[in-house]
């Protein structure tokens, strides 16, 4: 078995919910165990993200906006 190497140059994209992966594998591992199984329950105020826990939708708002947690 022959794997393709993408090295970094190609990014696989989740069209669910935008998240990157290097490794198409990883890509359709998370799109069949993390994506699509769930509602995307948290949403983002201040960008169209959205996300399944509110841990990762507060990682967001420190990482991405800057703004310490939420509650
Ligand atoms: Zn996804
Ligand atoms: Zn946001």
């Known amino acids: 078995?022959?794997?393709?190497?993408n090295d970094g140059n190609s990014t696989n994209v989740c069209f669910g919910c935008g998240k990157r992966?290097?490794?198409r594998?990883?890509?359709?591992?998370?799109q069949r165990v993390e994506c699509?199984?769930?509602?995307?329950?948290?949403?983002?105020?201040l960008c169209p993200k959205k996300f399944y826990?509110?841990?990762k939708l507060n990682e967001h708002y420190q990482g991405r906006h800057k703004i310490p947690k939420l509650r």
């Open 36 to 45: 699509g199984n769930k509602e995307k329950k948290f949403c983002c105020k």
């Open 53 to 55: 826990h509110q841990y």
């Open 1 to 5: 078995m022959k794997y393709s190497r």
């Open 25 to 30: 594998d990883s890509l359709l591992r998370h």
């Open 21 to 23: 992966y290097k490794w």
